[in-house]
T-cell receptor
């Protein structure tokens, strides 16, 4: 079963704009990870944020985590057409690193 | 270095047939995971191996599904008496150590059961 949900389900923006995706989950976690998926195939790991962290940056990516609200957000700044993909959050509750994925946000960046 | 590889990339079979899906993890990774992703959904956990043993198989949907990793490297996911509902993309991932490391995913095997 899915642990959480991403919001929005789909997002369409112009190149150069920022894209924000949100993720909510249901149970306590060890860490939360964001992945990108192109064309419904392999997932690419973007960033991991641990339960004791509140914000993390990697290049044009910024992730926040609010464990009290059981939510996370992914911000992509200065988006590019190549950022077009589906984005998933995945939670790790610990004890083996089994990941539980959300339902995903489909991002389309138009030229 | 080489990433996770999966074969075949696509598999079409008939209802009731047996299929095997193969995963080659990144060399040296001790943990290996199988996930299944249906259209429009996020991946769902099936099973994970730490070395040769299945440490958690709680995600396998029923006893038609079985996976092995006899030498602690390559893994095979086996599906008996396939059903149309088994159609999905089957993803494999590996990590250096279970529980602390990023999982690296392969490109997946798209299974279609007619």
């Amino acid at each position: 079963s899915q642990q959480g949900e991403e919001d929005p389900q789909a997002l369409s923006i112009q190149e150069g704009e920022n894209a924000t995706m949100n993720c909510s989950y249901k149970t306590s976690i060890n860490n939360l990870q964001w992945y990108r998926q192109n064309s419904g195939r392999g997932l690419v790991h973007l960033i991991l944020i641990r339960s004791n962290e509140r914000e993390k940056h990697s290049g044009r990516l910024r992730v926040t985590l609010d464990t009290s609200k059981k939510s996370s957000s992914l911000l992509i700044t200065a988006s590019r057409a190549a950022d077009t993909a589906s984005y998933f959050c995945a939670t790790d509750k610990g004890g083996g690193n089994k990941l539980t994925f959300g339902t995903g946000t489909q991002l389309k960046v138009e030229l | 270095g080489a990433g996770v590889s999966q074969t075949p990339s696509n598999k079409v079979t008939e209802k009731g047939k047996y299929v095997e899906l193969r995963c080659d993890p990144i060399s040296g990774h001790t943990a290996l995971y199988w996930y299944r992703q249906s259209l429009g959904q996020g991946p769902e956990f099936l099973i994970y191996f730490q070395g040769t043993g299945a440490a958690d198989d709680s995600g396998l949907p029923n006893d038609r599904f079985f996976a092995v990793r006899p030498e602690g490297s390559v893994s095979t996911l086996k599906i008996q008496r396939t059903e149309r509902g088994d159609s999905a993309v089957y993803l494999c991932a590996s990590s250096q150590v279970a529980g602390r490391e990023t999982q690296y995913f392969g490109p997946g095997t798209r299974l279609l059961v007619l």
